[in-house]
């Protein structure tokens, strides 16, 4: 086996007609194409860590990763007889292995010359591609120019930062013979191959009935791929491409809608007679596709979690300095993949528990000096999958909740009798009460209670829950479930009067037919129902939306026992039609904020069923 | 016989699988890992009969996923061909002091690795 | 791209003129024909059921599923303040895009029903009358008068924008 210095020796040997009769891989398309693709996404990451390398020479990791980048394009190309992109990714690394042992330092002149060897690479890649694609392989010849100006850095007599490499002469023609420099010459742009995504495009552009030259207007799709777009599309990754977000969020909505439908279908009752072995086949293949087409949709839509961990890390350094304590924020499970936007509104009651955490949960270094714990507290985000759910958790090894102080916080606010007997569970549970705390009691109440109600709120709408548990002087650990996606909901579709609604399954306790006698009024106004020996409030949803029922007293209709905010009420509707799963739609901006509504739902029969939003239903009719 | 391949790079990999059939190594199901962990993982899980690692991987490397597949009996001497660029002496020694069955540098030839293969078993 | 957008409120005349030619959908509401470019129009159905939506001024309807889309629906009618008058097999439901301010908004116009499809020159626009009476029409593009028949040519975004303005208490039309 040649040593390295051997190798370089012959490069001026490797001339393009350096092909593949001799080695079978060299030749394979398949393989090529998978070389060029990979070695893209290289070339593209590596630019992005060069841009860091600027702005911090010494980061080792960016070395790395750089290093990392030119040593697989390296490995790949050798296998592939590619020598002039082998030979350069080689120059580079070792370049970069200098840096890594701290034997060369980064400069500028460093930067320029591995961005170089990357443009050139670059070239090369496209070159190949274009010869894959003529059918006549032709691999870039070598660029004795480049190879020489990045041996340069490392040369004898001079590290990279002694020499000073002249920035202005980067490996120009002039410089270098045109013999030498053939792709300089070869390197024609190929033409951008823009595959248009049609299909949904053309459903929002489609007009019936009207004869004109509506597709021509591109308003339609803001999205379109313009000239200069194009180009930068082309060149940094034939794997991905970009998707508005608004397009992605329509697939996965029709997607969800294809399942639900598909359900339907599979489970007719038409068709659970006698069905003919064939078509149950069918129609569970059909199942398993949709299944399949349903996971795919939505993983387009997840992102890791992990940037809005990175975020709380700054969140903490400025906390915890600003307090005077040491505080360590560990992160695990920051690739599990959340929807992105679940994860756009968890950013604030994630952040608004970490700087609980920090505040209230942790001692300062000398109290846990005194309680012999580490000076240094540990403040740990968490996440993961769980029975379908998305967990995360937020804990932190500070001085825990204080019952007692808990208990009497809620007993002075009137929450909880005095004498209540209360579980542990049920007394932290108290610090996500409306009532437990207000902003002027930050400082009085143990630990946590800031807020926490917003923060369980939000974590509802996401339609998630949030526990805590807590052990006096170890900590407090807060344990958030979440639904992998925001798309679809189980849901309870009930009528008044002719319209219908839907009633997020997760919400509800129990429904019931109330006896006469379990409805009163409380000072003449607030309807009351006994339920199971609580007094739990109406709300009339004919009343709150202004539809005219078909049963005006309690006990004719139906009550939805529900939960909203932690307080539980009856909501009174005509009858229960059905179970449904539904996808979540939005109503658009101009009705976004109509307060009970919290979205609309395609019914089976194609109508538009409004999806109630209980928090809003009964918070508004509280507030009155 | 059932092959694993641990290579941060998929067209390595796939190139690796390509070098091993033109070998004529009797190749059955070949799994694939992109770093140590999962290479572990995919142990854990199938059976197989050669390895064939990389050294330069994120996350777990090629020379601390041999330890770990060392330091368990079962794997004891399971045959592991680490393949890599880095062809320096010093990296070599490491790799069999880790207890890598041969080494490979790449680029190899398929009569090459048929070599080390034959001495392997 | 942007020559195809409608023309903002306060263009000059000109500009405005050479902006207003092209092909227009024209549709009756009581005794008046009104006109609105077809570049705005995605689609054109009849009546059909729409889900009442609690809390919104009487002119919206509801909405609607177009195709797995829920929209909103209004009739334009109310929402130029004409008596309410009963759906017919005539009704229709013109949907169409417009400019709000965070983007573009799919919206259906319920109309007493589509006419025809015509092609307007700049010469067959007029300005719109001043009315003299300090009534603005910022949604009103122009008039055109065809066969003897004047088409109040509508700039359907504005209809929507203005109507915003009203209810943040603006004084318009």
């Not at chain 1, 060299?26 to 090529?32: F, G, I, S, T, Y």
């Not at chain 1, 809005?308 to 360590?328: E, I, M, P």
């Not at chain 3, 002119?59 to 929209?71: A, E, P």
Request: overall charge negative; some cysteine; charged content about 25%.
């Amino acid at each position: 086996m040649p040593t390295d210095s051997e190798k370089i020796e012959t490069i001026g040997a490797a001339t393009p007609e350096n092909s593949a009769s001799l080695n079978p891989l060299a030749a394979d398309p398949e393989l090529l194409s998978d070389f060029i693709l990979e070695s893209r996404e290289h070339l593209t990451s590596i630019e992005l860590q060069l841009l860091t390398l600027d702005q911090e020479p010494a980061n080792a990791e960016a070395i790395h990763a750089i290093f990392r980048g030119f040593h697989t394009i390296k490995g790949m190309a050798g296998f592939l007889d590619q020598d002039a992109v082998r030979d350069v990714a080689h120059e580079v690394e070792t370049i970069l292995d200098l840096a890594r042992n701290g034997q060369l330092t980064i400069t500028s002149a460093v930067i320029d010359r591995i961005l170089e060897s990357k443009d050139y690479l670059t070239r090369c890649m496209a070159e190949l591609e274009t010869s894959l694609q003529t059918g006549t392989l032709v691999s870039p010849a070598a660029n004795v120019a480049l190879l020489d100006a990045i041996r340069s850095l490392s040369a004898p007599g001079g590290s990279g930062e002694k020499v000073g490499f002249q920035p202005a002469a980067p490996v120009t023609p002039e410089r270098a013979s045109p013999a030498a420099l053939p792709v300089e010459t070869v390197s024609a742009p190929i033409e951008p191959v823009v595959l248009a995504t049609q299909g949904l495009a053309e459903l929002a552009r489609e007009v019936a009935q009207v004869p004109a030259e509506a597709p021509a207007e591109s308003s339609g799709t803001p999205e379109s791929v313009d000239g200069p777009k194009a180009g930068a599309a082309r060149t940094t990754g034939a794997r991905s491409i970009k998707v508005d977000t608004t397009k992605l969020d329509y697939l996965v909505d029709m997607v969800g809608e294809m399942v639900i439908a598909q359900s339907l279908v599979r489970h007719d009752p038409d068709l659970a007679i006698g069905v003919k072995p064939r078509l149950g086949r069918n129609l569970s293949q059909l199942a398993r596709i949709t299944d399949e087409v349903q996971r795919t949709a939505m993983s387009m839509r997840m992102i890791p979690v992990g940037q809005l961990f990175q975020k709380t890390s700054r969140l903490v350094r400025d906390l915890s300095r600003k307090a005077g304590k040491q505080v360590d924020l560990e992160l695990f499970g920051e690739d599990t993949e959340l929807d992105r936007n679940i994860v756009e509104d968890l950013a604030d009651p994630l952040m608004h528990m970490v700087r609980n955490s920090v505040d209230h949960g942790i001692e300062t270094p000398e109290e846990r000096t005194r309680n012999g714990k580490p000076a240094t507290a540990r403040v740990t985000l968490k996440a993961g999958h769980q029975a379908g759910q998305i967990v995360i958790q937020v804990s932190d090894d500070g001085r825990g909740l204080n019952q007692a102080k808990i208990l009497r916080k809620a007993i002075e606010k009137g929450l909880i009798s005095a004498d209540a007997q209360l579980s542990e569970t049920e007394i932290f549970n108290l610090i996500f009460h409306p009532g437990f705390s207000t902003a002027d009691q930050i400082t009085d109440v143990s630990g946590r209670g800031v807020g926490m109600d917003v923060v369980r709120k939000s974590v509802q709408k996401l339609r998630g829950r949030i526990d805590v548990t807590s052990r006096p002087g170890e900590g407090t650990t807060f344990l958030l479930k979440l639904p992998l996606t925001l798309a679809i909901i189980d849901g309870l579709v009930v009528g008044v009067g002719g319209q219908r609604y839907i009633v997020p399954i997760f919400a509800v306790r129990e429904m019931l037919k109330p006896p006469e006698d379990s409805i009163s009024t409380l000072q003449g106004r607030q309807e009351m129902a006994m339920v199971r020996g609580s007094l739990l409030p109406l709300v009339r949803l004919h009343q709150r939306f202004g539809v005219k029922p078909r049963f005006e007293n309690p006990w004719d209709s139906l009550l939805i026992v529900s939960e909203s905010g932690g307080r539980h009420f009856c909501l009174m509707v005509d009858e229960l039609i059905g179970k449904q799963e539904v996808v979540i739609k939005s109503l658009g901006e101009t009705m976004a904020n109509i307060a009970g509504v919290a979205g609309g739902a395609i019914l089976g029969d194609g109508r538009v069923g409004l999806i109630l939003d209980l928090e809003g239903l009964f918070g508004a009719s509280n507030s009155e | 016989m059932d092959v694993l391949i641990v290579d941060d790079s998929a067209a390595i990999r796939k190139i690796l699988q390509r070098v091993l059939i033109q070998a004529q190594v009797p190749v059955g199901t070949v799994y694939e890992a992109s770093d140590g962990v999962e290479g572990l993982a995919t142990l854990r899980k199938q059976t197989v009969g050669l390895i064939l690692s990389d050294i330069n991987m994120p996350n777990m490397d090629g020379l601390e996923f041999l330890t770990k597949v060392r330091a368990e009996p079962a794997w004891r001497d399971l045959p592991i061909l680490m393949v890599s660029t880095e062809g320096t002496q010093a990296k070599v020694l490491e790799a069999v002091e880790r207890g890598a069955s041969g080494y490979v540098r790449k680029p190899f030839t398929a009569d090459q690795i048929k070599e080390k293969l034959a001495g392997l078993f | 791209m942007s020559t195809l957008t409608a023309p903002a409120q306060n263009s000059p005349a000109s500009q405005k003129l050479d902006q207003r030619a092209g092909k227009y959908l024209t549709f009756g509401l009581g005794n008046e024909e009104f006109a609105i470019q077809v570049l705005r129009v995605r689609e054109i159905m009849g009546i059909q059921e729409i889900t009442a939506v609690p809390q919104t001024p009487s002119y919206v309807k509801g909405v609607l599923n177009l195709r797995g889309k829920v929209i909103p629906v209004v009739d334009l009618r109310l929402k130029f303040g004409l008596p309410e008058l009963e759906y017919t097999q005539r009704t229709c439901i013109i949907v169409a895009q417009i400019e709000s301010q965070n983007g573009k908004l799919m919206i259906g116009i319920i109309v007493d029903g589509v006419s025809e499809v015509l092609t307007l020159q700049a010469a067959d626009i007029e300005d719109t009358p001043d009315f003299g009476n300090g009534v603005e029409t910022p949604y009103i593009l122009g008039m055109a008068k065809i066969k003897n028949k004047v088409k109040i040519l509508l700039d359907i975004s504005m209809v929507f924008t203005a109507q915003e303005v009203q209810r943040l208490g603006g004084v318009t039309g």
